[in-house]
């Protein structure tokens, strides 16, 4: 992952990364009274340790590297095997990541946006799951539902949140465990998919440029080309949704592929014109990393932009669906590939039929800083205290349960010692420095 790194950029109101507040409960002021801009500030990832190379997948079902290989540009992918590794767990190593990358304390998120089309459960939301565990215990969270486009769905929100002043930082993340749901014996499907997680930090600024636009877009019409049919309310599970497959992964690849080369262009182009950029402005297009013949197909060929100009990771890590952005970005900062003034696109598609794409200036430093070795470990020490919160308000709960109490009081014990003082502005919680 890319190495921490302190950030110079200025935010408002909010120097050294406190929250701007104001006492009459207004709207926080803004030095120039002016624009915000949704800046990322922080990044991170976390894939699991275990890779299943294409020659592992000879042994399981009747394909070949060859045919992987020149179909799909895959190599080898990685997969969840250990069964305490899950969508939430590399969604909280992510995230972890991020916010060292950005030096900032968790109690300081407004809000935890989760993209992600393999859950811990339909409910609750993962991203409530990561809240806990990293103890960002200001934030509201919620999952979002756009398939491998929902990375990109979730950073316009968290831009329209901060755009808003609704918020002032706002974590997103994309991650996935689709190994869960693939049917390894479906050659159609098991040899694309991998698992993974990525994470941004995004920070109301007042220097100008960050995510400058945002294009997104769906056609319902296609609904049945990608699915998993059981399990929601047109298919409930059921004795027979599971013998029959319908928890798998379902798709028609070819029909896919079609629509993904055109709208991986056409979502490009139309974000390029809302920023104002055409694609020889851009320095870097991040696209989904689904297969290596659509990146070909419709950014290369379409939109003529150079190969030295998009990143491609997909021969690692297969299609990690939502998370293969945010994957794709930290690992285009390591490459050295991401400057401050650096133009670039992030396009992607997917079930639903969705597509999303945003233009993005950015404007922070990427090189690595080193750490000291005492935020390390203040940082570790506030996890384990996360997690003592989160035990400890579980066994309240508990006690609770069994020993019912005046119910008119929702709040449990030790609240008083675990809330920091807040104020509201604009209708966002805010923690008074
Ligand atoms: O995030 C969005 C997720 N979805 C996608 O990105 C999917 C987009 N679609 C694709 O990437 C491609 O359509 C695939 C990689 C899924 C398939 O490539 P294709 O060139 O469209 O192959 P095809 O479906 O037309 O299949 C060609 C042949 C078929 O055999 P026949 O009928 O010609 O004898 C398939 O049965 O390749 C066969 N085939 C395989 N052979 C070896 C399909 N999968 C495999 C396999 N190994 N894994």
Redesign the pocket.
Known sequence: MAEPNHMSLELPGAQNGAHPSSENGTAPALPDEGRRYAQIIGWGYAVPEKVITNQDLEQI????DE??RT??GIEERRVAADPKETTATLATTAARRALEVADLHPSKLDLIICSTSSPEHIFPSTASIVQDAIGAVNAGAFDLSA??SGFVYALSMARGHILAGDAEYVLVLGAETLSRVVDWTD??TC??FGDGAGAVLIAASQVPGGIIATELGSDGSGADL?TIPAGGSAMPASLETVSSGNHFIK?D??A??RF?TRVMADATKSVLERAGLTPEDVDLVIP?Q??L??VQNSVLKQLKVPEDKVFVNLQKYG?T?TASIPIALCEAIQAGKVKPGDKLVFVG???GLTWAACAIQWSVPTEAAATDWWKNTRRQAGYQAAAARSMWRRAVRWVYHVWPTDPESGALPGDEGIKEPETAVNGVRHSEE
């Open positions: 079902v009747e394909t070949s045919w992987i179909r799909t398939a491998c050659r159609n040899v694309l990608l798709m690849g070819k896919v592929f993904a989904h689904a297969n013949r659509i299609n669906s598609f997917g079930a």
